[in-house]
């Protein structure tokens, strides 16, 4: 099976500009979730979805960060404007929560670079 | 809300033993552990349950002492490939955060010949 597929792999751009970051979970995982890494943070949770619905957005930085998971195949996290402090990796996941635990399996990240 | 990894690195020689220490200050429900390489994502190695066992992972093996909420991850007899960043993720013993993992600051593991 495919696993978490994320877009762009690299992606630079000049501050101000709006970055769109994509996702395709691993198929029929029911949780979503969007990470950012930093040297200075670490892995750094923004959001998580469950069934397609915002569980918890209380990791998003500030307003000009957005996300959606219009259906259970693809979600979005956008950032408009982006700023160089906004340069970092992230990671889109995805997990199946069964009564045994949920493993998360990340994607291979975004390399976002404002400049 | 993060848990605390130590130490922050460690250098070992193959075959060596190390030990990387995860605590919380919250009940949990599970703890998780990951190793990343540079430039990559990070990869699932194991998941410890409340109540669980032991897991291991060829020679690398943890353990979950819920008394005092930490989670101590050991690599036995360390080869290069150990070589990475280990993270611990946990997810605390609340029904609002099901599935919400949440990861230490990570600790750098450098193998040496």
Redesign the interface.
Known sequence: DAGVIQSPRHEVTEMGQEVTLRCKPISGHDYLFWYRQTMMRGLELLIYFNNNVPIDDSGMPEDRFSAKMPNASFSTLKIQPSEPRDSAVYFCASSLVQAVGNTIYFGEGSWLTVV | Q?PVQSPQAVILREGEDAVINCSSSKAL??V?WYRQKHG?????LM?L?KGGEQKGHEKISASFNEKKQQSSLYLTASQLSYSGTY?C?T?KLKA?S?????????TQVVVTP
């Open positions: 993060q429900y599970s998780h990559e994502a990070p990869v699932f998941i349950l993270f993720g997810e609002d099901w599935g919400k993992l949440q990861f230490g600051a990570g």
